[in-house]
């Protein structure tokens, strides 16, 4: 499985004492799940893999001595197979985020990135902005139900896995995560001082963009936050259509392959490798602008603001587009942003 994981200390923690509840962050996007989290021996894991799950029912992965390979059954029955080598179900719906899908992308991620049946944790996860809040309030009945969804069992089937037992779930706001990114230390202490006048953040997903308005660090503008129904998915999607359309039929991408083109700009075919970069970057700028636009009818020009903070997978993605607007900034690793900032805030709770 094509996995691209940060095993070092990025966050320069210090050291976790012994059977301690591990804190971990999962940015569990349409696109793909990020990780970051603390491991027992008191380093910062940082891992990120394809959102890819289909149901067993259209087969399974098995290894070479025959044991099963990403299967799941959760406690209502269902049986799902992550694979970022096969073609996944997709994950564009309104209940993604309370699905049973996500509750077992995110177990395999907590195992894809080392935890185990020792490990007691304390998940960390987020809604987009248009879940967590509704007609102008918190939209506790839909936290609550994510956090019901995630402390429901998993089990493995086959295999020599063995799964973490999540202790608690808690659930933030994707793009307010990221504020808390750009706002606090590692350890969870404030990182600027006084706290601006009004912060943006654009949080480009995989389905969506997640815009945040923070004002003074304590309250939300929400007539001007909101989210846009464009995503890293789309350009996926314009992608795969320009590629059809030049070559005269359709390659069959797996997740981990499509994740490379939109990295690379190239992907193989019969058995030779084939750049691409022009359809993608026409894919890119198209939804780009689309994205920007819909940004600025939110924010207008952000003139006035302090800062302008893009983030989430995209925000790499389309950092050429993104790069024209004035005051503009993009932290290092955006992607991690969410997942960082949920432990941050996680940190500076107590």
């Given amino acids: ?146 956090m019901d969804n995630l402390r429901r069992g998993v089990s493995i089937i086959g295999g020599s896995a063995n799964m973490p037992v999540v202790s608690e779930a808690r659930v933030g706001c994707q793009a307010i995560a990221a504020f808390f990114d750009y706002t606090l230390t590692e350890e969870g202490n404030s990182r600027i001082g006084v706290a601006p006048d009004s912060v943006a953040v654009v949080d480009i997903g995989g389905s969506t963009t997640d815009i945040a308005v923070v004002l003074r660090g304590k309250t939300i503008d929400q007539g001007s936050s909101g989210a846009l129904r464009r995503g890293v998915l789309d350009v996926h999607a314009a992608f795969l259509a320009g590629l059809t359309k030049q070559l005269g039929f359709t390659p069959r991408l797996s997740p981990a392959a499509m994740d490379r083109a939109v990295r690379t700009g190239k992907i193989v075919l019969f058995r030779e490798e084939k750049d691409v970069s022009d359809i993608l970057r026409e894919a890119v700028a198209d939804v780009g602008s689309q994205i920007m636009r819909e940004v600025e009818r939110k924010i207008g020009n952000a ?16 950092r050429d587009v993104v790069k024209n607007w004035r005051g503009v900034e993009i932290p290092a690793d955006p992607e991690f942003a969410n997942a960082r900032g949920l432990l941050k805030y996680a940190r500076a709770r107590g």
């Fill in 1 to 146: 499985m094509s996995v691209a994981m940060k095993t070092d200390n990025d966050l320069n923690i210090p050291p976790i004492p012994a059977n301690r509840v591990l804190r971990v962050a999962i940015d569990d996007g349409l696109a793909q799940m990020k990780l970051v989290g603390e491991m027992q021996d008191g380093s910062i894991k940082t891992m990120k893999i394809p959102t890819a799950i289909r149901s067993a029912s259209s087969g399974g992965v098995i290894d070479l001595s025959g044991d099963l390979v990403g299967m799941y059954e959760t406690e209502e029955g269902s049986r799902f197979v992550c694979s970022a080598d096969l073609p996944g179900e997709e994950t564009r719906h309104p209940d993604f985020h309370v699905s049973q899908i996500d509750r077992v992308l995110t177990r395999h991620t907590l195992i894809e990135a080392g935890y185990t049946s020792t490990d007691l944790v304390e998940l960390l996860t987020a809604l987009p902005v248009d879940e967590y809040f509704v007609s102008g309030q918190v939209n506790r009945a839909r936290i609550e139900r994510k």
């Fill in 303 to 318: 003139a006035t603001m302090d800062a302008v903070i893009f983030v989430g997978g995209g925000a790499g993605l389309f």
